[in-house]
């Protein structure tokens, strides 16, 4: 990755990153000692109970385990992609229930301090102080830590999105009302189905 020639200037934009994460991972695991699976059982998963957490494994039994899906005319089997490769870029396999879990988190009732809440809600700043919101058309989002936050009237929504082979993912966390919700699918390239219902329901989009 050292040899990979930077797409921009640090602190020029912003880009999500998947590198990044999985860099994260290797810190974590270099500074606790401990695998990240362990960590995130350990730090995160068990403390919120969240019992359907768990990295994904090319071994392991999960029970009530879905199959990922494909529409093109017909419904079909998605291809086949590793939930083990990802590691921390997003490897994880979890249900709605348990990611509502997170709330807690995001109302300061665990495992982070509010300063920390806030610096992890707080929008990406660039060089010159302004704070980086994306030019796509649609939704604007800028990044927190570890956040894809939604950018609404100059108000920061917490969010993270999602997807792999044959399967998507969406929260958001609503600070005004401390509103959680969390839509998953198990169907390729359905985030944007998964965004539409969540702006039917919250107005996400300015």
Do not use: W
Not at 57 to 77: D, E, F, T
């Amino acid at each position: 990755m050292a040899r990979e020639p930077l797409d921009f200037e640090p602190g020029q934009t912003a880009r999500y990153s998947n590198t990044g994460c999985i860099i994260l991972g290797l810190v974590i695991e270099k500074t606790t000692g401990m695998p990240y699976a362990d960590f995130l059982a350990e730090k995160i998963t068990k403390p919120l109970g969240m019992t359907h957490t768990t990295m994904g494994s090319h071994r392991a039994i999960v029970p009530k385990r879905v199959s990922g899906y494909a529409y093109a005319g017909n419904l079909m089997n998605a291809e086949y992609e590793s939930l083990a490769l990802p590691y921390a870029s997003g490897g994880i396999l979890s249900t709605p229930s348990d990611l509502i879990k997170l709330a807690k988190v995001f109302r300061g009732e665990a495992l982070l301090s509010e300063k920390a809440i806030r610096e992890m809600f707080g929008p990406a700043r660039l060089n010159n102080g302004t704070p980086y919101k994306s030019s796509d058309p649609g939704l604007k989002i800028t990044f927190g830590y570890g956040l894809d936050a939604i950018v609404r009237e100059e108000k920061i929504i917490p969010a993270k999105t999602g997807g792999i082979s044959g399967f998507n993912a969406f929260f958001a966390y609503f600070p005004e009302t401390q509103t959680m919700v969390v839509v998953t699918a198990n169907l390729n390239d359905s985030l944007q189905e998964l965004l539409v219902v969540v702006d039917a329901l919250f107005g996400l989009s300015e």
